[in-house]
């Protein structure tokens, strides 16, 4: 099966750089997704990463290496609204979803403060 | 951009009764998706909803408990049958492709169905 790790909760400060991390086990990787829920919200789609690197995406930028297993999910200038839980989910060819069952993990609650 | 709704947006439910939960894109989508979400929890895959076919169910759900419908590329339905107390959670449907502005990877979800069963 897949196993997904992030820490459970993170505290940063209002304008400073938060890096949530997301590490994984999985035999058929196709894909790792990161989200934003708010509590009380459907997830939204932040990034995609399929090959190693960086994707930039205004504030959010999001690292992959699938060598080691391994995402982030990078947040600059923090604002308070980004108070949110933070979701790393995987996409496994070999699972069933016709290769796009996505197994998430249990979340990141991100906590900013002035 | 392209829109996800599902209805009812929340519900409260009767132990016993059974619910069905509507879920339509504003455009053709390849794939959809049933997860759910319990309380203080992360998403959950109930099923692929396959257009024109029998769901592909994940272990631990079964088509008696949660029988769905695709009838068409944009439109899905999940029922809830004979609810217990442990049903109470979020009903999310997922989409992956199609959505205009977005690319055919991609995966959205819609706003969510809460469930509360007493």
């Known amino acids: 099966g897949q196993n997904i790790d992030q820490p459970t909760e993170m505290t940063a400060t209002e304008g400073a750089i938060v890096q949530i991390n997301c590490t994984y086990q999985?035999?058929?990787?196709?894909?790792l997704f990161w989200y934003q829920q708010h509590a009380g919200e459907a997830p939204t789609f932040l990034s995609y990463?399929?090959?190693?690197g960086l994707e930039e995406k205004g504030r959010f930028s999001s690292f992959l290496s699938r060598s080691k297993g391994y995402s982030y999910l990078l947040l600059k200038e923090l604002q308070m609204k980004d108070s949110a839980s933070y979701l790393c989910?995987?996409?496994?060819?070999?699972?069933?979803?016709?290769?796009?069952?996505?197994?998430f993990g249990t979340g990141t609650q991100l906590k900013v403060e002035l | 951009s392209a829109v996800i709704s599902q209805k009812p947006s929340r519900d409260i439910c009767q132990r016993g009764t059974s619910l069905t939960i509507q879920c339509q894109v504003d455009?053709?989508?390849?794939?959809m998706f049933w997860y759910r979400q319990q309380p203080g929890q992360s998403l959950t895959l109930i099923a692929t909803?396959?257009?024109?076919?029998?769901?592909?169910?994940e272990s631990g759900f079964v088509i008696d408990k949660f029988p769905i419908s695709r009838p068409n590329l944009t439109f899905s339905t999940l029922t809830v049958s004979n609810m217990s107390p442990e049903d109470s959670s979020i009903y999310l449907c997922?989409?992956?492709?199609?959505?205009?502005?977005?690319?055919?990877?991609?995966?959205?979800f819609g706003p969510g169905t809460r469930l509360t069963v007493t």
């Open positions: 997922s989409v992956v492709g199609g959505l205009a502005g977005g690319h055919s990877y991609e995966q959205y």
């Open positions: 455009s053709q989508v390849t794939m």
């Open positions: 989910a995987v996409r496994d060819w070999e699972l069933t979803g016709g290769g796009n069952k996505l197994t």
């Open positions: 990463n399929v090959l190693d």
């Open positions: 999985t035999s058929g990787f196709n894909g």
């Open positions: 909803a396959n257009q024109g076919s029998e769901a592909t169910y």
